[in-house]
């Protein structure tokens, strides 16, 4: 579940397809939709992920990769969007995902600090974002994490590397998803088939 960098109209959800090159024998559904906040991921969540197919049974996962608070986070002026009510949104999603028995994996932020709309406010939105992640695995609300910016980042980890992104400085490229592929194969899927 997520934002651009996870729809493939919008070139995101390689990291998906590396996962699937990796665990050949395991299926990865990408539910990304480009220029989503994570209060409209948590409103299409269990119509995009758990309605019944045309045979009439209900799919079911093993895990529910969740990985948004970006467009949030340049929307916290327009859409008053905050880094608690991104948090609230986000629980929302892992308390229906684990209620179906999936293990729930919400990413950190990645770095996006090369973006024209990166400012100090939002900054600290992104780390606030993505220490509230860390807490709730802590407490064990959220199963399990991953943090995106040392492996997209070179020296400065509020900018993506060169080479990995776009020129835009927020999504990335194929090397970038293939990066975060290979990581969460590594650090959470090595016991795929």
Known sequence: M????????????????????LCPNSSF????????????????FVR????????GSVPSYTDVII?????????NETAKRTAKLIGEDILLMVNEAKSRGART?????????????FDTARARMTWDVSNWIVAKVSDRTIDAT?????LLSCGNAEVLCDGLGWKDGIHWGE???????????????TDCE
């Open 29 to 44: 559904r990408s539910f990304g939709v480009g220029g989503n906040m994570v209060n409209m991921m948590r409103k299409r």
């Open 67 to 75: 990985l948004g608070g970006l467009g949030d986070i340049l929307s």
């Open 2 to 21: 997520g934002d651009s960098l996870t729809d493939p109209k919008s070139q995101g959800g390689k990291y998906l397809d590396r996962l699937g090159e």
């Open 175 to 189: 090397k970038g998803h293939r990066v975060v592929g290979d990581a969460l194969h590594k650090a959470l899927f």
């Open 146 to 150: 991953m943090e995106l910016r040392p």
């Open 105 to 117: 994996i919400v990413l950190q932020l990645p770095p996006w600090g090369g973006m024209k709309a």
């Open 48 to 55: 995009d992920l758990y309605s019944p197919n045309e045979g």
